[in-house]
């Protein structure tokens, strides 16, 4: 009995890919998808500073999105993008070893990063977006800014604005 792969279910790639490192497999494994430490350094700081959020929440119903950090009352979406996953155009060098499969790869989360932007703002939520490397005080000084704005300009729902 053969072994081989019968020829519509074998890789069509013109180039074979290099063999994946054991160890960087297990390093990019051990790579959190959540709650990496710029998350939760911004959301320290948020918590401590009196605001009061969902974590990794879908804002849009049906939609398979979620946001990092998502203040469901003022429609704020906050989105902490990896610079490696997400292609910084600041510190993302593309590996040295299997650059097609990356560059693709690198290519789809960007555009499914725009995509998601995209929806959420159809959708009518303000959408703030920052890279992993971004100063930690910078980044919650801006949403505190957004969310604080948000509250003066939109009523909570059931909640009248006049005075009686």
């Given at each position: ?11 069509t790639?013109p ?6 490192d ?9 790579t959190r998808?959540k709650d ?16 009061r959020?969902?974590?990794?929440a ?5 939609l ?5 950090i ?35 790869k ?9 995509e ?5 703002e ?6 703030l ?11 919650v000084?801006?949403?505190k800014?957004?969310v604080?704005?948000?509250r ?5 729902a ?5 005075k009686?």
């Amino acid at each position: 009995m053969s072994t081989r792969r019968p020829k519509d279910l074998q890789a069509t790639s013109p180039i074979p890919e290099p063999p994946v490192d054991p160890a960087v497999s297990r390093r990019f494994s051990a790579t959190r998808g959540k709650d990496t430490q710029p998350e939760l350094a911004i959301r320290r700081r948020l918590h401590r500073d009196g605001f009061r959020f969902r974590v990794h929440a879908a804002p849009v119903q049906g939609l398979r999105r979620s946001g990092d950090i998502v203040f469901p009352r003022r429609r704020v979406v906050v989105l902490i993008d990896g610079c490696f996953f997400h292609g910084c155009p600041q510190h993302y060098i593309s590996p040295k070893t299997r650059t097609t499969f990356w560059e693709e790869k690198i290519s789809l989360n960007r555009r499914r990063d725009a995509e998601t932007t995209r929806l959420f703002e159809a959708d009518g939520w303000t959408v703030l977006r920052f890279w992993e490397h971004e100063d930690v005080d910078q980044v919650v000084g801006e949403i505190k800014r957004v969310v604080d704005s948000a509250r003066s300009s939109r009523p909570i729902a059931g909640i009248s604005s006049q005075k009686t």
